[in-house]
C-alpha cells in the first residue's frame, strides 16, 4: 500500500490488496479507480489495477500509480498507461 497528499491535503491511497486507488478526505474513504483486478485503461468507472503499490500526486494533481511494471496515470476522470 502507498499513500501520498494531493493538493488539497486529502491522502490518496494505492490499495494494492484490492486492486484500487482510494481518496481519504473528510473523515470518508472513497474509491477514486478501480473495478477488478487486471489493466483496463479509460474512464474511472471501468479502469483496472493489477496491484497498485505506490501512488504520486503532481502540482496539477495528475495522479501516477506504480501498478506492477507499469506506471498509470489519472487525469481529468481517465486513466492511461504511460511506461512499461
Same mark, same amino acid.
Do not use: W
Given at each position: 500500500? &502507498?499513500?501520498? =497528499?494531493?493538493?488539497?491535503?486529502?491522502?490518496?491511497?494505492?490499495?494494492?490488496?484490492?486492486?484500487?486507488?482510494? !481518496? @481519504?478526505?473528510?473523515?470518508?474513504?472513497?474509491?477514486?479507480?478501480?473495478?477488478?483486478?487486471?489493466?483496463?485503461? &479509460?474512464?474511472? =468507472?471501468?479502469?483496472?489495477?493489477?496491484?497498485?503499490?505506490?501512488?504520486?500526486?503532481?502540482?496539477?494533481?495528475? !495522479? @501516477?500509480?506504480?501498478?506492477?511494471?507499469?506506471?498509470?496515470?489519472?487525469?481529468?476522470?481517465?486513466?492511461?498507461?504511460?511506461?512499461?
Amino acid at each position: 500500500m &502507498g499513500v501520498c =497528499l494531493n493538493n488539497e491535503g486529502d491522502i490518496i491511497i494505492a490499495d494494492t490488496g484490492n486492486s484500487k486507488i482510494r !481518496i @481519504f478526505q473528510n473523515n470518508i474513504v472513497q474509491t477514486i479507480a478501480g473495478t477488478f483486478k487486471g489493466y483496463a485503461d &479509460g474512464h474511472l =468507472l471501468v479502469a483496472m489495477f493489477e496491484r497498485p503499490v505506490s501512488v504520486y500526486v503532481d502540482k496539477r494533481n495528475k !495522479i @501516477f500509480v506504480a501498478d506492477s511494471s507499469y506506471i498509470r496515470v489519472i487525469d481529468n476522470d481517465i486513466v492511461t498507461t504511460t511506461y512499461d
